[in-house]
Nanobody, 124 residues
Framework: QAQLVESGGGLVQAGGSLKLSCVASDRTIRSAAMGWFRQAPGKEREFVVGISWSGSSTYYADSVKGRFTISRGNAKNTVYLQMNSLKPEDTAVYYC?????????????????WGQGTQVTVSS
């Protein structure tokens, strides 16, 4: 079973940037769509962005559009999330997810594999 490991979280001031990484242990992830979700304290987990297996199709939540960029590494088993112009409301645990399908989904239940999450804290 594929395992996903996130890294790159941390504490940053508002307006700053962070880059999250997610590495999948299973080569089958190379043909899987992937996504990032986040969960703020006291809130439900929400969709942030998804990317197709090839990297050619992406979809962003309105709250991060224009500030966040998702990409896949050349080996396709790694996905990155570049986060710019961070706001305090971006504070959350960020989760990487993969699904047994080639195209992204904004629905949490359509993802089959999840990472353990990485904390992102944006101070005002």
């Amino acid at each position: 079973q594929a395992q996903l490991v996130e890294s790159g979280g941390g504490l940053v001031q508002a307006g700053g940037s962070l880059k999250l990484s997610c590495v999948a242990s299973d080569r089958t992830i190379r043909s899987a769509a992937m996504g990032w979700f986040r969960q703020a304290p006291g809130k439900e987990r929400e969709f942030v962005v998804g990317i197709s297996w090839s990297g050619s199709s992406t979809y962003y939540a309105d709250s991060v559009k224009g500030r966040f960029t998702i990409s896949r590494g050349n080996a396709k088993n790694t996905v990155y999330l570049q986060m710019n112009s961070l706001k305090p409301e971006d504070t959350a645990v960020y989760y990487c997810a993969a699904r047994d399908g080639r195209f992204w989904s904004a629905k949490e239940y359509e993802y089959d594999y999840w990472g353990q999450g990485t904390q992102v804290t944006v101070s005002s």
